[in-house]
Structure formats: structure tokens, C-alpha cells
């Protein structure tokens, strides 16, 4: 199993930008679709954006879209989230996650799909 460690979080005032970055290690993240998920105090889990392995298939959920960016190195065994336009409501600790697969061009927005998860990182945006 893959482990993965995130990073980049921070207080950011509205409007800003950050920078997520999620590390691999144990394994090659060459075979894994990933996905970033974010959790709010008293609310859900909820997926923000998510890639396939490959890296060429890629879509972000409906309340960042046009703000968000996943992205992957898989040569630094690294996955990203640039997040630009940040919202008050944006403010959740940031998950990235995992998923095993022979499906190289499938990317998958469901958290019961993933098997690795990182201990999240904690975004707040003031207003």
C-alpha cells in the first residue's frame, strides 16, 4: 500500500491562492488514480478533484471548478492541487487518496473507491 503525506496547507485571506502537494512513498504512483477530497467541520467528506494514473484524465467538483487544478509529477511520485480564488467556504482539512487500478485513463470521484488516504492538511480561508 501506498503511503501519502500532504502538504502545503495555510491561512490564506480570500482571493488568495495555495498550493497542495501530496507525497508517495512504498509504491510508484504510476498505478494510481488519485483524488483530492476536503472535509469541513460538521459536514462530509466531499471530493474536490480527482486523475487518473496516466495523469491526461482529470475533473474537479462543481463548487471549484474554474478555481482548482489537480495535476501529477509521477516522476516525483507527486500529486498536486493548486487552488486559486479561494473562498471562505473553502476552508476544510484537504485529503489526498489513492486508488490502486489497471484502468490508466479512469479517474473516480467516490471516497469508497480509494484504499490509501493521507492525514490531510488544514486550509483556512479568512474572509
Known amino acids: 500500500q501506498v503511503q501519502l503525506v500532504e502538504s502545503g496547507g495555510g491561512l490564506v485571506q480570500a482571493g488568495g491562492s495555495l498550493t497542495l502537494s501530496c507525497a508517495a512513498s512504498g509504491r510508484a504512483l504510476t498505478d494510481y488514480a488519485m483524488g483530492w477530497f476536503r472535509q469541513a467541520p460538521g459536514k462530509e467528506r466531499e471530493v474536490v478533484a480527482a486523475i487518473s494514473a496516466s495523469g491526461y484524465s482529470a475533473d474537479d467538483a462543481d463548487s471549484v471548478k474554474g478555481r482548482f487544478i489537480i495535476f501529477r509529477d509521477n516522476a516525483k511520485n507527486t500529486v498536486y492541487l493548486q487552488m486559486n480564488s479561494l473562498k471562505p467556504e473553502d476552508t476544510a482539512v484537504y485529503y489526498c487518496?489513492?486508488?490502486?487500478?489497471?484502468?490508466?485513463?479512469?479517474?473516480?470521484?467516490?471516497?469508497?473507491?480509494?484504499?490509501?488516504w493521507g492525514q490531510g492538511t488544514q486550509v483556512t480561508v479568512s474572509s
Open positions: 487518496a489513492g486508488k490502486a487500478t489497471g484502468y490508466r485513463e479512469t479517474y473516480y470521484f467516490s471516497p469508497n473507491e480509494y484504499d490509501s
